[in-house]
């Protein structure tokens, strides 16, 4: 009983999200999915967080993310929702 209590606290308290993904008591992952919305022409593509690629609007062609190493940069302008 107290086992579990404890358990449930460390995930109520966000100190499980801080480790590092390999070191969690349950492994997940840190990148996802999102939503872009384009600034220009409001089209909205799908686009992985670690793409290590540009990704560029279908409508318009302007550039809605570089990679960094890590995660995407998004344009100024452009907003995004993670897909669940």
């Known amino acids: 009983m107290e086992l579990s209590n404890s358990y449930n606290n ?4 966000g100190v499980e999200r801080n ?3 390999t070191k969690r008591i349950i492994p997940n992952p840190d990148s996802y999915f999102m939503d872009v919305k384009c600034p220009k022409c409001s089209s909205i593509l799908i686009i992985f967080s670690h793409s290590q690629t540009r990704v560029k609007c279908v409508g318009c062609d302007t ?10 940069r998004l344009i100024i302008g452009a907003s995004f929702i993670k897909k669940q």
């Not at 460390?10 to 308290?13: A, G, R, T, V, Y």
């Not at 550039?63 to 995407?72: A, D, E, Q, S």
């Open 10 to 13: 460390i995930f109520q308290e």
């Open 63 to 72: 550039i809605l993310c570089t990679p960094t190493g890590g995660k995407v």
């Open 19 to 21: 480790k590092h993904k």
